[in-house]
Antibody, heavy 113, light 112 residues
């Protein structure tokens, strides 16, 4: 069955860096565009970034542009999000999403001094 | 950027009654290339990731009960639950995928 599992979250100080990973299985990973979507505690959903199926197309929300970088490795069925210059307002549960349908359980990123 | 606005922010409906949630986009999300509206609806229960219910504004995902339906075109959309069940208590989000993604602020649905 389809599985999407995020990892790499944790506590980091403002200005710090973190790399999130997402492992996917049960579907043809290389055929799907992939996204990172986040949800601050008690808040709504915010799209962060997405990447085309072959990795050549990427888009970012204005709130993370220049600080976050999305990438993928189709040979490893994996998606990544390199986050730098982290701010308190980046604190959220980060979801890895395939297309519209397959969401992981999320990994929590907490930015605090 | 396309702004998505949902109404109401919260809604209380009696079991077995109809629930209606509205979603308005700041510009049309009907694409002329395929005549489809790039609009999805999600249900999110506490402690769970969102679950896709409807895409292309009115296409129900396989396995979603037929009491859930989506309608609308252009800039105005509606999610209707025809007969509310206890398990439908959740927060509902609309999302446009016409250009990048944007979500509505969410509508919290409760039992009256």
């Amino acid at each position: 069955q389809v599985q999407v599992v995020e990892s790499g979250g944790g506590l980091v100080k403002p200005g710090g860096s973190l790399r999130l990973s997402c492992a996917a299985s049960g579907f043809t990973f290389s055929g799907y565009y992939m996204s990172w979507i986040r949800q601050a505690p008690g808040k709504g959903l915010e799209w962060v970034s997405y990447i085309g199926s072959n990795g050549s197309t990427t888009h970012y929300a204005d709130s993370v542009k220049g600080r976050f970088s999305i990438s993928r490795d189709n040979a490893k069925n994996s998606l990544y999000l390199q986050m730098s210059g982290l701010r308190v307002e980046d604190t959220a549960l980060y979801y890895c999403v395939s297309g519209l349908e397959y969401w992981g359980p999320g990994t929590l990123v907490t930015v605090s001094s | 950027d396309i702004v998505m606005t949902q109404s109401p922010d919260s809604l209380a409906v009696s079991l077995g009654e109809r629930a209606t949630i509205n979603c308005k986009s700041s510009q049309s999300i009907l694409h002329s290339s395929n005549n489809k509206n790039f609009l999805a609806w999600y249900q999110q229960k506490p402690g769970q990731p969102p679950n896709l219910l409807i895409y292309w504004a009115s296409t129900r995902k396989s396995g979603v009960p037929d009491r859930f339906s989506g309608s609308g075109s252009g800039t105005d959309f509606t999610l209707t639950i025809s007969s509310l069940q206890a398990e439908d208590v959740a927060v509902y989000y609309c999302q446009q995928y016409y250009t990048t993604y944007t979500f509505g602020q969410g509508t919290k649905l409760e039992i009256k």
